[in-house]
Each structure stands twice: as structure tokens, then as C-alpha cells.
């Protein structure tokens, strides 16, 4: 069964840091693109960055320079550094990826910024 698992969501001071992973599992295929999403309370889920096989990365207005989406090709992992974070960045954080033909998508994590 082919899996996303999120991890390192949590709670953070206006101002704080955390970084989130995404590590597939299962699959016979690596992951080719990736990206995160968020949804707040009320809200449509919203893109938040994406990185392509080669590297290639792109990110929404709102996370700009704060915002570090990154991969490790031997964990099957991708990242998603977040700093100098905001109470507005408060979402559950989802990411997704492509592997082989088709798009799978984890479970979501909580981040919430607040003091």
C-alpha cells in the first residue's frame, strides 16, 4: 500500500521555525514531483510550493522567502522548511506527490502560529 506520512507539524510562536517532512513509502516508484498544500479553517485547500523532478521549485506570494521546499531522492522524502512564520501560515499542511502514473496525497498535519 502506497503511503505519504507527514510529520513535524505542531505549535510555534509567531516568528518561529518548523519544518516538515513527507516520506512515501510503498511504492515501486520514486517520488517524480511534489508538492505542499494547506488548508485553513473556512478555507479551500491552497497550494503552497511545488519541486519538480530536476529540482525545479515554486512557491505562492504569501510563503516567498520564508518557505523551503526541498527533497532527499534516497529517503523518498520531501521537506518543506518553514521560518519566520506567521499566525496566518495556521493550516493543516498536506503534501502530495507523483509517483509512477498517479498522485497520492498524505494525511495532513496540523501547524498552528500563535503565542
Known amino acids: 500500500q502506497v503511503r505519504l506520512v507527514e510529520s513535524g507539524g505542531g505549535l510555534v510562536q509567531p516568528g518561529g521555525s518548523l519544518r516538515l517532512s513527507c516520506a512515501a513509502s510503498?511504492?515501486?516508484?520514486?517520488?517524480?514531483?511534489a508538492g505542499w498544500y494547506r488548508q485553513a479553517p473556512g478555507k479551500e485547500r491552497g497550494l503552497v510550493a511545488t519541486i519538480t523532478n530536476d529540482g525545479s521549485t515554486n512557491y505562492v506570494d504569501s510563503v516567498q522567502g520564508r518557505f523551503t521546499i526541498s527533497r532527499d531522492n534516497a529517503k523518498n522524502t520531501v521537506y518543506l522548511q518553514m521560518n519566520s512564520l506567521k499566525p496566518e501560515d495556521t493550516a493543516v499542511y498536506y503534501c502530495?506527490?507523483?509517483?509512477?502514473?498517479?498522485?497520492?496525497w498524505g494525511q495532513g498535519i496540523q501547524v498552528t502560529v500563535s503565542s
Open positions: 510503498g511504492s515501486r516508484f520514486s517520488i517524480n514531483a
Open positions: 502530495n506527490a507523483l509517483m509512477g502514473l498517479n498522485l497520492y
